[in-house]
C-alpha cells in the first residue's frame, strides 16, 4: 500500500504543477500544455491535485469540462481508494 500512496504523492504533485506550468505558460501566450494531458494526469491518479492546481492558480475554472470533470474524476477516485482501503483493513 506504501507504493501505491507514494504513487499517488507523486502523480498529484505532478498535476498540480502542470496546472500551474499550464497558467504561467497562458500568461506569457507560450505554447500550452493540452487539455488531454492535464485530463490524462487527472485520470492516472492526480486528481486531487489537478482539481487544488485548478483552484491554487484560478486555471481552467471557466472551462465546463473541467469544472464539472475534474470533481467527477476525484469523486471517483476517492471512491476506489476507500473501497480499497476498507477492503485491506479485514
Known sequence: MQAVNFYLLLLN?????????????????DYRIPERTL?????????????????CFRHKTRHKK?????????VFHLTVYVILISGLSY
Open 66 to 74: 473541467f469544472v464539472i470533470g475534474m470533481p467527477l474524476i476525484l
Open 13 to 29: 504533485a505532478a498535476a498540480f504543477a502542470a496546472m500551474g506550468a499550464d497558467k504561467r505558460k497562458a500568461i506569457r501566450g
Open 39 to 55: 485530463f490524462l494526469l487527472s485520470f492516472i491518479g492526480g486528481s486531487l491535485g489537478a482539481y487544488t492546481g485548478m483552484y
